[in-house]
């Protein structure tokens, strides 16, 4: 890995001098991951890279957490600190003479306050600005590994559309620890969410799983991903408990159509505002446009959510390597709700979505 990192390091430096930025300091957050290959805690010891824009960089760690860094010669120097050491001051002589800093957004504020006194000439900017677009345009790699974790939990949303995951009496709580055991059993390390969602409780997009117990002749929406191999995957289906309800069937074929629509609209060089506007037009002239009430993707990676943003105001027309999300919904409060994602990356020769389950509201009943 130490020659990804060595490229993604000089890919950074040209970043900071075309911006003007002498140091970028970067503590927890993906950002450290994806320049040195290490996930810090997130400790209220100090843990800080920093990377000058001529010069070595510095992995700033505390003694104690050195064993989990994997040594990265040429990428980084270690340097170590002691607890009666004081951290903020290594930063600042790592540091001295910056005139422009640019900060993880991830710090956490206490350690920019103590930083400060310490860099009394700097002007302070956010890191995102330099690491941000380098990390939105994924490589092969990246790309490859989106992929794995998408056909991983492709295979979960099957078993789901199979009737192979038991609804029909469970609690939502039971069928999301059913799902997160899945998410591990495919290959992640780590579960990010589990969210399942029954009849009325669909209607709010972000619900959390409780004691409801799932019943016969209503929709269940089951939105779900975790973290393998440090990149992340996120898919939505829905199912319903019996013969669809004629009233969800037809909302359900507008999200499809609107969720269709958006895909195809992912190309090279449109705006994502544009690919936003494309669903929402559908589900509006459709009479549901009061009920889609989020913005249609996020960008996905080291992050579940990550730029660039599928929403009205982003003008950022998409590239090739951008990867996000496309996930319409309909949420009628007190009723139901619906949304229908899969993960999608740009390419030159048209969207790849990375999902591919059935994407048609089925019966499990």
């Known amino acids: 890995m130490s020659q990804i990192h060595l490229d993604r390091l000089d890919r950074v430096r040209a970043a900071m001098g075309e911006q003007g930025v002498d140091t970028l300091l970067l503590s927890v957050g993906h950002d450290l991951p994806y320049l040195t290959g290490y996930l810090a805690m997130p400790l209220e010891r100090l843990t800080m890279l920093v990377v000058p824009r001529d010069g070595d960089a510095t992995l700033l760690i505390p003694r104690l957490e050195a064993p989990r860094v994997e040594p990265q010669p040429g990428v980084f120097e270690l340097e170590p600190w002691d607890e009666t050491d004081d951290p903020t001051a290594i930063v600042g002589r790592l540091a001295a003479g910056s005139g422009t800093v640019a900060v993880g957004d991830q710090m956490w504020a206490r350690f920019l306050v103590e930083l400060i006194p310490h860099l009394p000439a700097a002007t302070f900017r956010r890191a995102v600005d330099v690491v941000g677009p380098l990390r939105m345009t994924k490589d092969r790699a990246e790309i490859d590994a989106l992929a794995a974790a998408g056909a991983a939990v492709d295979r979960i949303a099957g078993a789901l559309q199979a009737g192979t ?33 029954a009849g009325e409780n669909a209607a709010s997009p972000h619900h959390h799983a409780g004691s409801r117990v799932i019943r ?86 080291l992050e579940e959510h990550e730029d660039p943003y ?56």
């Open 165 to 197: 995951i038991p609804l029909v009496g469970r609690t939502e709580a039971e069928v999301s620890a059913d799902l997160s055991a899945r998410i591990l059993a495919e290959g992640h390390q780590k579960v990010n969410f589990a969210i399942v969602a």
């Open 216 to 301: 016969e002749d209503e929709i269940v929406l089951c939105d779900f991903g975790g973290t393998m191999d440090g990149y992340c995957s996120d898919i939505t289906r829905c199912v319903f408990t019996g013969d669809i309800d004629p009233e969800v069937a037809e909302a359900y074929a507008v999200l499809h159509e609107a969720q269709a629509a958006s895909v195809a609209a992912a190309t090279v060089g449109t705006p994502c505002e544009d690919v936003d506007r494309v669903g929402r037009g559908i589900i509006a002239d459709a009479g549901y446009g009061e009920y889609f009430v989020h913005r249609t993707g996020h960008g996905i990676g």
């Open 310 to 365: 599928i929403v009205d105001g982003n003008a950022m027309p998409l590239a090739a390597g951008h990867a996000f999300s496309v996930e319409p919904g309909i949420y009628v409060p007190g009723k139901w709700g619906m949304r229908l994602e899969d993960i999608v990356v740009a390419a030159d020769d048209g969207p790849r979505p990375v999902n591919s389950a059935e994407h048609d509201l089925v019966s499990v009943g």
